[in-house]
């Protein structure tokens, strides 16, 4: 997320302007509510693009652009070029998700802010286990709020060295 990355082309028509749009999707749960419960149904996910840039063919038919990755779900995301509103061309690019925590250190009780960014969408791509000291203490998603989430745990046990694991989760975590 956030990163830049170049794209390159050529065999297309000559002289005229690309636009660049980032394949993506909206989610959302499929939930009935209830006084005293919620129904979980399903995700459900809309496609859609979005724009991220664009660029002019030389006399050749080749360009060559700098786009930034927006900040958006994790995985890989088709990027299409259209030109006089056609797809004229489409690759690909991968975020790759970034989790950090803050602080470092800390009393016993000490908050714990866990930021994550790019985590996918799909299925065995969408949650993330958190582990402290090799116990299971929950899991991170980030279905309604494109792939950005940020989770509060509590520092425990003695004094001294602490692990913090994050790893794929499986799809049977609980809700």
């Keep these: ?43 459900k996910f809309e496609e859609k693009r979005i724009f991220i840039g664009r660029a ?18 994790g995985e ?3 990027i299409y070029a259209a ?7 489409r690759g690909g690019y991968r975020v790759l998700p970034e989790f950090t ?23 065995w791509e969408s949650t993330w286990g958190v582990n402290w000291d090799n116990k299971y203490t929950g899991f991170i998603t980030a279905i309604t709020t494109r792939g950005s989430a940020t989770a509060l745990i509590r520092a425990a046990g003695p004094v001294g060295p602490h692990t913090l694991d994050i790893w794929h989760a499986g799809q049977t975590v609980p809700y």
């Design 83 to 89: 030109q006089d509103g056609r797809d004229v061309a």
């Design 101 to 123: 925590f803050t602080p470092q250190e800390g009393p016993v009780g000490t908050p714990i802010t866990i930021k994550a960014r790019g985590i996918g969408w799909k299925n």
């Design 56 to 73: 002019t063919t030389d006399a050749q038919g080749r360009f060559s652009a700098t786009l930034t990755a927006p900040d958006d779900y």
């Design 1 to 43: 997320v956030g990163d830049s990355f170049t794209v390159t082309g050529e065999g297309l028509a000559a002289n005229k302007e690309l636009q660049f749009q980032w394949k993506t999707v909206d989610g959302s749960y499929d939930a009935k509510v209830f006084s005293e419960t919620i129904e979980f149904y399903e995700r």
């Design 76 to 78: 890989v995301h088709d």
